[in-house]
């Protein structure tokens, strides 16, 4: 199975970058490119990509709005839409994912984490850029102190540990590197902690290390 993508921004520049490391990739292809939000949703609409690739700051329909018009709770059959911005303000982190973003990633973060953004999107999962999950956890507070401790004899060791690389901010590849397994098997790992915690991201799991006193 091929992975098409769209990609939506306004610099050239940066269209042929993303377009050079995903093309790259032996399953991926770049079906379609916009230079304003309003071009990108009529493209969506038209071509179905599996993943629309969004900046924020674009001429005509910023890139919230786009992902809100693709992706939002309202959309019938909504699309898997991931924001890829310079800005790393919170407040486009917090209306990026309420409008129905998969994920949220920073320009600096690499093509390997571009990349594994999109197969994060395509398979239900929810990606953000370890630097900003790190800093929502500021905001993040659980009411609920006996459950954290509780859900703590249903992970693993080993799962704990990753609970807490994910909490410091570390990706898949480098969670391996640390651990000596592959960024596929911390992969997994994260997903059986998602599911025992019942959260939806790394965030979730973030907060959970840290409302559980596991941080340090």
């Not at 091929?2 to 292809?29: C, H, K, N, W, Y």
């Not at 993943?51 to 059959?77: F, K, N, S, W, Y």
């Amino acid at each position: 199975m091929t992975i098409r993508i769209l990609l939506a921004d306004d610099q050239e520049s940066v269209r042929v970058g993303f377009r050079l490391i995903l093309d790259s990739q032996p399953d991926m292809e770049v079906v379609g490119e916009a230079a304003d939000g309003l071009r990108a949703v009529e493209l969506a609409e038209r071509l179905r990509p599996d993943v629309v690739l969004a900046d924020i700051r674009m001429p005509r329909l910023d890139g919230l709005e786009v992902t809100r018009r693709l992706a939002g709770p309202q959309v019938a059959d909504p699309m898997r839409v991931v924001v890829v911005t310079t800005f790393d303000l919170d407040e486009y982190v917090h209306t990026a994912l309420h409008n129905g973003a998969c994920g949220f990633l920073l320009k600096r973060s690499g093509p390997t984490l571009l990349v594994e953004a999109v197969r994060a999107a395509v398979a239900g999962d929810t990606m953000i850029s370890p630097s900003v999950t790190v800093r929502l956890l500021k905001h993040l507070q659980s009411p609920v102190k006996s459950k954290s401790a509780a859900l703590i004899e249903a992970l693993t060791d080993r799962e704990t540990e990753i609970a807490r690389l994910v909490a410091k901010g570390l990706t898949n590849a480098e969670i391996g590197s640390e651990l000596f397994i592959s960024a596929g098997t911390a992969k997994t790992h994260i997903a059986n902690v998602q599911r025992k915690l019942d959260v939806r991201n790394r965030v979730g799991i973030a907060a959970w290390v840290w409302d559980s006193g596991l941080s340090a």
